[in-house]
């Protein structure tokens, strides 16, 4: 993307053309990093408003939101003939994953175990079974054999919640493993090449950062945002920095590849949502209070994203 002479709406002009994000997406983007921290809920008036200037229309926008119903995430509300929406509280802990995933810091570091979870043959029915891998492959867990998923850096109280939801509790074998002193195996930091590809991921945060650090750079020269080119930039950001964490399996410092894009491209992440954070929080709120005057400001833990906003 070239960036001769322009400006920020240039580039976000450039952005919406050459990689336009799909709506659905979109909306689910603005739900967990604008709508969320204001209190989870936005009359359809409102988020007509905010989605305009990212191109999504009336219609994309209608028939987006009545499919993340169908799917679980949001709850439709009728007042008369107005609409809302809202987080589904069954929702709301894949809200909360998801927020651990894109603002916190990379500090995990590696303790020499693995988290393995391990299925007898026909413990599981096939409906249960195919949902616990698709959660265990979004939470970062690799297929280390048939039967058998791992991570090097679980985290208990997300598997449990799984576990939970899935229905799956007291239906696995869940353990700890460390290297058995003694024996003569493979290092247990090599089963990383064996559960993961990383190649696409690396490929997904250069490719991130080649879109938006020379934005970065723009911004650097003094240019005032609006509010609302504020706000389509940080949704945009965030939008493209969550498509390529979906795909990170989140592994321990000490076991990623040296130099870690990933590294490169949360701090990227971090300067301009910094940069574009408070003018775009005066266009979320002023479009939620279009709709309705008592809408929250937003709750002081979205203050702590990115190890701090101002």
Same mark, same amino acid.
């Given at each position: 993307?070239?960036?001769?002479?322009?400006?920020?709406?240039?580039?976000?002009?450039?952005?919406?053309?050459?990689?336009?994000?799909?709506?659905?997406?979109?909306?689910?983007?603005?739900?967990?990093?604008?709508?969320?921290?204001?209190?989870?809920?936005?009359?359809?008036?409102?988020?007509?408003?905010?989605?305009?200037?990212?191109?999504?229309?009336? #219609?994309?926008?209608?028939?987006?939101?009545?499919?993340?119903?169908?799917?679980?995430?949001?709850?439709?509300?009728?007042?008369?003939?107005?609409?809302?929406?809202?987080?589904?509280?069954?929702?709301?802990?894949?809200?909360?994953?998801?927020?651990?995933?894109?603002?916190?810091?990379?500090?995990?570091?590696?303790?020499?175990?693995?988290?393995?979870?391990?299925?007898?043959?026909?413990?599981?029915?096939?409906?249960?079974?195919?949902?616990?891998?698709?959660?265990?492959?979004?939470?970062?867990?690799?297929?280390?054999?048939?039967?058998?998923?791992?991570?090097?850096?679980?985290?208990?109280?997300?598997?449990?919640?799984?576990?939970? #939801?899935?229905?799956?509790?007291?239906?696995?074998?869940?353990?700890?493993?460390?290297?058995?002193?003694?024996?003569?195996?493979?290092?247990?930091?090599?089963?990383?090449?064996?559960?993961?590809?990383?190649?696409?991921?690396?490929?997904?945060?250069?490719?991130?950062?080649?879109?938006?650090?020379?934005?970065?750079?723009?911004?650097?020269?003094?240019?005032?945002?609006?509010?609302?080119?504020?706000?389509?930039?940080?949704?945009?950001?965030?939008?493209?920095?969550?498509?390529?964490?979906?795909?990170?399996?989140?592994?321990?410092?000490?076991?990623?590849?040296?130099?870690?894009?990933?590294?490169?491209?949360?701090?990227?992440?971090?300067?301009?949502?910094?940069?574009?954070?408070?003018?775009?929080?005066?266009?979320?709120?002023?479009?939620? #209070?279009?709709?309705?005057?008592?809408?929250?400001?937003?709750?002081?833990?979205?203050?702590?994203?990115?190890?701090?906003?101002?």
């Amino acid at each position: 993307m070239k960036m001769t002479q322009q400006t920020s709406s240039e580039w976000i002009a450039d952005f919406l053309a050459s990689d336009p994000p799909r709506s659905k997406s979109l909306v689910l983007t603005i739900f967990g990093d604008a709508i969320a921290p204001h209190g989870g809920t936005i009359w359809l008036g409102s988020l007509i408003e905010l989605l305009a200037p990212l191109g999504v229309n009336d #219609r994309l926008l209608r028939t987006s939101v009545y499919r993340l119903v169908q799917e679980g995430w949001l709850v439709a509300n009728r007042d008369g003939r107005r609409s809302s929406y809202s987080i589904l509280d069954a929702a709301q802990a894949r809200f909360e994953r998801a927020y651990r995933r894109i603002y916190a810091p990379l500090s995990v570091h590696w303790d020499g175990k693995w988290t393995l979870l391990l299925s007898a043959s026909g413990s599981i029915e096939a409906p249960a079974r195919a949902q616990l891998r698709k959660e265990l492959l979004w939470e970062g867990y690799a297929m280390i054999a048939p039967g058998v998923f791992g991570h090097p850096a679980s985290d208990s109280e997300v598997l449990e919640e799984i576990l939970v #939801r899935v229905g799956v509790q007291r239906k696995l074998f869940v353990c700890s493993a460390t290297e058995l002193a003694a024996v003569s195996t493979r290092p247990l930091r090599e089963l990383v090449e064996e559960g993961w590809d990383m190649s696409d991921v690396i490929a997904g945060y250069r490719h991130f950062i080649e879109q938006f650090e020379p934005l970065r750079a723009l911004l650097a020269k003094g240019e005032k945002l609006q509010a609302e080119q504020a706000f389509v930039i940080r949704t945009l950001l965030i939008h493209a920095y969550r498509r390529v964490q979906l795909h990170d399996p989140m592994l321990p410092i000490e076991l990623l590849p040296d130099p870690w894009p990933g590294s490169e491209a949360y701090e990227l992440a971090r300067a301009l949502y910094q940069h574009t954070c408070r003018a775009a929080e005066q266009h979320i709120l002023a479009a939620l #209070r279009r709709e309705d005057e008592n809408a929250p400001v937003a709750e002081s833990s979205f203050y702590q994203r990115f190890g701090g906003v101002r």
